[in-house]
């Protein structure tokens, strides 16, 4: 399928574009109007681009239905201030709640029962329910448009964090295993965290991989090698040396081709011997 977005309606770009980009965070936005009256509204156009200074965005977009902006893009370009609350799954009802399209001055705490606590160093309430709060200051706001679904990226510096202890490890770090975070997806779809569906994957921060063009080309052309097993590969730091080759060539059979190497390696990668496949691998080639 190809897609311009100059041949669709709003709303059917609207579904392809959160369809793809996803799952997302959600943002639970916190303010108060002039007037002191608390709004609280969730928006999934946010994530975190700093940590000197610490920032977060997040995006009240304009209603692509009748070209109205939301009050809470009313409330911060007033005010200033907001509190970011970060959602998991035994809110997300009370957040999705929160949503309705209630006329200005409506408490949606009263409507979601969720319950305001005073902030810090801002006006805007916390979520008391939230396993995170982040009290912000707004730096700046940036209208990508005026007509309707036109983004407005609200800039928030962090001043303050609040977080549930119940959700750090021994060390003092946020453990997501006790997090129960939930994302937003395309529709009225929604992830939801569970430990099954997390896992750990090795950041090459300050190493450099070999890269998957240092492979065989008989393995990176192969059918039984997926793309995650050759990056796996492409990932260790160098090739192997003689005693590694020499020590791979016990995989060797006679009559073995490319692809049963591939085969081999394949499960070793499995088992977590990634460095005797890459060994394998080369050996074969040889």
């Known amino acids: 399928m190809r897609i311009d977005p100059s041949e669709l309606t709003i709303p059917k770009l609207h579904q392809y574009i959160l369809g793809s980009v996803s799952p997302r965070p959600i943002s639970f936005a916190s303010t108060v109007d002039l007037e002191g009256r608390p709004n609280l509204a969730p928006f999934s156009f946010f994530t975190a681009v700093g940590s000197n200074p610490p920032m977060v965005v ?22 200033k201030e907001v509190v970011i609350n970060i959602v998991n799954y035994p809110i997300v009802h009370q957040m999705s709640l929160a949503s309705s399209p209630y006329p200005k001055g409506v408490n949606e705490f ?18 008391k329910e939230s ?6 200051i707004v730096r700046d706001v940036i209208h990508t448009g005026d007509k309707g679904g036109a983004g407005n990226i609200v800039m928030c510096e962090i001043v303050l964090m609040h977080i549930d202890d119940n959700i750090l490890d021994a060390d003092g770090r946020m453990d997501p295993f006790k997090m129960d975070l939930v994302a937003r997806m395309g529709g009225e779809y929604y992830a939801r965290i569970i430990p099954e569906s997390i896992f750990v994957l090795p950041q090459p921060k300050t190493e450099v991989g070999i890269g998957i063009d240092s492979l065989p080309e008989f393995a990176r052309n192969s059918h039984v090698l997926s793309g995650n097993d050759l990056g796996k590969l492409g990932t260790l730091q160098e090739l192997p ?10 995989y060797l059979q006679a ?6 190497a591939c085969v081999v390696a394949k499960q070793l990668i499995s088992e977590g011997k990634t460095t005797e496949a890459l060994a394998l691998l080369v050996s074969f080639s040889e």
């Open 58 to 79: 997040f995006s009240p977009a304009r209603s692509g239905r009748d070209n109205t902006t939301k009050h809470t893009l009313d409330n911060v370009e007033a005010t």
């Open 110 to 127: 009263i409507k979601s029962g969720l319950t305001p606590i005073p902030s810090e160093k801002v006006k805007p309430y916390r979520v």
């Open 131 to 136: 396993i995170v709060s982040m009290e912000c």
């Open 241 to 250: 040396n003689e005693e590694a080759l020499a020590s791979a060539k016990t």
């Open 255 to 260: 009559g073995m081709t490319g692809e049963d």
